[in-house]
């Protein structure tokens, strides 16, 4: 494809971004930046500021599905579950809008988004946290790294890979634009397991990826390796998937009052 | 693919909510 058809690729992926991921990182940097005109999030700190969020101050109501439980850890593992079903349902809505998605065949699209999620999850997650915490429930609460680090293990190494990973993909200073297209170049990655037309997606992917270069080009002109850096950051993200479906498997081994979502269940089965 | 992955495949052919959060 030519430059001008590339711009206006770039333009479709952004638009459909903003259209379908309810926090963009502009948004949240204005929040985290004390720059925003609405009240400032509820810090949750400790078990008290947890459960006064809880209570109705930041969410509205306890984690749906989720059975009742006084233990901290399991609560918060739901919450982080809760978040994660939702914005797989944002991811899905926004991969229906990339170009050439909905042509994939049916199969290859549950593929993409079965192996894609949660890289494009943890892609995105480093836009609400900074070295010490991270934003929840749209904006309205603020849980410290320090109180995740303080639950007991193997809740307590949730969190933590994610927010080592943040503070170096968040140098990289990437914005709204940016992260589109790099998150739809994850979604239409050409290696996933069991793919049937896997020139089909390469092809998409190829046309996402050219883009994303050209975009890096004009939008951070003084940053010369940014695109290769981003390809590199892809490799890391799947180490960290990697990592987290290792830990979820091993809390649904030693903690056997958790459960998962059937979502969940379904993205997690044979997938690594 | 699809007996596996009915939840995925509900909210690829759905425009609205399907999934009870």
């Given at each position: ?27 949240a ?48 593992f ?5 978040t994660?079903?939702e ?34 999850i943890?892609?995105m ?6 070295k ?7 904006g ?27 503070v ?5 200073e ?10 739809a170049?994850i979604?239409?990655c ?46 890391d ?8 479906a ?7 081994k030693?903690?056997s ?12 089965k044979?997938?690594? | ?21």
């Open positions: 494809p030519g430059g001008s058809d590339l711009k206006t690729l770039a333009k479709q992926v952004n638009t459909a971004y903003l259209k379908n991921l309810s926090m963009t990182k502009k948004r940097r204005s929040i985290l930046s004390g720059k925003t005109s609405s009240t400032s999030p509820f810090v949750i700190y400790d078990v008290d500021t947890l459960w006064k969020a809880e209570s109705g101050l930041v969410w509205s109501q306890l984690a749906p599905g989720a059975p009742l439980t006084k233990e901290i850890g399991v609560h918060v739901y919450r982080c579950q809760c994660t079903v914005t797989v349902r944002e991811l899905t809505e926004f991969a229906k809008c990339i170009p050439g998605f909905v042509d994939l065949f049916l199969n290859d699209q549950v593929t993409l988004l079965k192996y894609g999620v949660h890289e494009a943890f892609a997650l480093p836009s609400l946290m900074n010490d915490g991270l934003l929840v429930a749209n309205k609460g603020f849980v410290t790294r320090e109180f995740l680090r303080s639950l007991r293990k193997p809740f307590s190494e949730i969190m933590e890979p994610k927010f080592e990973f943040a170096k993909f968040n140098a990289l990437l914005d709204d634009s940016d992260l589109a297209l790099f998150v170049a979604i239409l050409g290696d996933r397991p069991g793919l049937m037309n896997v020139k089909q997606v390469e092809q998409s992917q190829d046309n996402i990826l050219q883009a994303l270069d050209l975009h890096l080009q004009a939008n951070h002109s003084d940053s010369v390796y940014l695109f290769p850096k981003l390809l590199q950051k892809m490799a993200l799947r180490q960290l998937v990697t990592e987290n290792q830990l979820v498997q091993k809390i649904k030693t903690e009052e958790t459960s998962l979502h059937p979502l969940l269940q379904e993205i997690y044979d997938m690594y | 693919l699809k007996e596996k992955h009915k939840i995925l495949h509900q909210l690829l052919q759905n425009s609205t909510s399907p999934v009870d959060l």
